[in-house]
């Protein structure tokens, strides 16, 4: 299983003081030092934490491939294209959002995304898109032509935290999730089930399965028993664990229980 740390978090971090530390720069040879595969940035429209200049030093100075996200917006993607990561996944955003609330309209989109498809091809840039654990995603995702999907594992996480964290305690409780314990359980194994059989199915279909979302260090244990998912992008909770034991020994941690 392939690790990707996404390290937009420690721009969340430098942003909420609005100067120029932390940088994320820094935990790029760290991650390659720690043993993780990828480092993933999400270049935000609005670049509420990560911006064009992280984007382009950290691209120009990973030792292991960088898998940029962003919005189809038209001003974003020519800057992708300009930036030439190793990877491009396709995400969808709302200004208002505070993370990725759902997986990407391939259906609806379908014709812009053929032509973004086109344009990444020329500039050798991979494609892949971050979609619902959905079939018509799926089988719309192939007939673009994308090398990956990435299974969104919000939902799963959120019902996670919800049965067996304190969130339901705290004032971020989920009010949609706000179900007695039997049901919030049946609703985990749905969960569950759906990126089983979705991660099934893209795999037969020739795609490359990747997810993430929520992940952390204990609802990640049942996302890595899926044979057919061969790369996990995981961000906040790595960055969070990182104040108490230092990036490097977090960003360990995790691939601890990936392999
Ligand atoms: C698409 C995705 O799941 C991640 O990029 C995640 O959204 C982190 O970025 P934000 O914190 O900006 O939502
Ligand atoms: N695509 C998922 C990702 O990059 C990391 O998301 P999160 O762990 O920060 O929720």
Known sequence: ???????????????????????????????KRAGADQITIHLREDRRHINDEDAKSIIENAHVPVNLECSINEEIIETVLALRPHRATLVPEKREEVTTEGGLNVVKNKAVMI?????????????????????????????????????????????????????????HSIQELELDRETLHVKLIEATHELEISAKYAHQLGLRVAAGHGLNYHNVKRIVQIKEICELNIGQSIIARSVFVGFENAVKEMLGLLR
Request: hydrophobic fraction near 45%; charged fraction near 25%.
């Open 1 to 31: 299983m392939l690790l990707g740390v996404n390290i937009d978090h420690i721009a969340v971090l430098r942003e909420a003081r609005k100067i120029n530390d932390p940088d994320p720069l820094e935990a790029v040879s760290l991650v």
């Open 115 to 171: 032509d973004i498809a086109k344009r990444l091809k020329k500039e050798h840039i991979e494609l892949s898109l971050f979609i619902d654990p959905n079939s018509a995603m799926i089988d719309a995702s192939h007939e673009i032509g994308a090398q990956w999907i990435e299974l969104h594992t919000g939902l799963y996480a959120n019902i996670y935290a919800m049965l067996y964290s304190n969130l339901s305690r705290s004032r």
